[in-house]
């Protein structure tokens, strides 16, 4: 009877280590800049992958939506530059046609798994920001309902909505810096410049 118990203490445990934890994966994208001036501009996106120790990644088909954004050719963001980051057999990327999502990802499984036991780069995109009312915020964030959408682990395909944690990123609008305001911080650098020279001088 203990040698039983034995048994299937041990199945147990390795059912347990085979199951991913409420988000023992993490994916999160980046914005190189939090806010971007009234007049607009350029923010480049990055997004990445984390998981624990032993963790290899095999798969991904991730879509990005800009809440409460359609993309189109008349739209104040425009994405450009999409680029795949893995080291292994780089993903395509696509632009569904509904023009909604930006997405990345590939037809087939990676030949060789990628580690994820650290932070690791998946892909970029730049958001082009034509000029924009003060205040107003744009959220990134992934959309996990997408059709087409999954992670596949260690050859296993993850629930995303128990076994990954996501987390987007926003931009908002400030205004422009004065031409005072600019002016005002040359003289300031140059004056400090001078300081400095004239300090190492005595």
Known sequence: MHRCFTVL???????ASTEHALGAVSVSLTPSIAAISSSGGTVTFTGSIDGDPGDALVG?????DIVGLDLDDAGPISITNQVPLTAFDLPSTTLPADGRDIGFGGANLFSVPIP???PTDLFSFD???SALPIGQTFDFEFDTQAIGSGITVNGSDLDL?????????SVTVIPE?????ALGLVIFHVALRVRRRCVSKR
């Open 9 to 15: 203490g041990l199945l147990a445990a390795l059912s």
């Open 127 to 129: 958001a082009v920001f």
């Open 177 to 181: 810096p004065s031409p005072a305001l």
């Open 60 to 64: 991904y088909d991730l879509f990005i």
């Open 161 to 169: 909505s128990t076994d990954v944690a996501f987390s987007g990123g």
């Open 116 to 118: 994820i036991d650290a």
